[in-house]
């Protein structure tokens, strides 16, 4: 069974930088498109941005410009760099496979930014 454990995630001012990382336990990146979510309090979990098995990568809207996904195969991990981080970003940060509607992994822990203005 796959096992996710995202870590990173702190407490930072608007402005500041923050770089999540997402650990697996198997060799799942390369035949999987993954991603990352977040999840707000009081609202539903959404999407942040994708990474295809070959490299390709998608962003939400809100995210575009500011946040870099990328993937290191041989560790098996998978970042988000997210700049210029906004108070909106304030969530709990998951990674998973894309999409997740036909099926997905289970969830780690999450990691929790906290955007402070």
């Known amino acids: 069974q796959v096992h996710l454990v995202e870590s990173g995630g702190g407490l930072v001012q608007a402005g500041g930088s923050l770089r999540l990382s997402c650990a697996a336990s198997?060799?799942?990146?390369?035949?999987?498109?993954m991603a990352w979510y977040r999840q707000a309090p009081g609202k539903p979990r959404e999407f942040v941005a994708l990474i295809t098995s070959s490299g390709n990568t998608n962003y939400a809207d809100s995210v575009k410009g500011r946040f870099t996904i990328t993937r290191d195969d041989a560790r098996n991990t998978m970042y988000l760099q997210m700049n210029s981080l906004k108070p909106e970003d304030t969530a709990v940060y998951y990674c998973?496979?894309?999409?997740?509607?036909?099926?997905?992994?289970?969830w780690g822990q999450g990691t929790q930014v906290t955007v402070s203005s």
């Open positions: 198997g060799s799942i990146f390369s035949d999987n498109s």
């Open positions: 998973n496979r894309y999409p997740i509607i036909i099926y997905y992994f289970p």
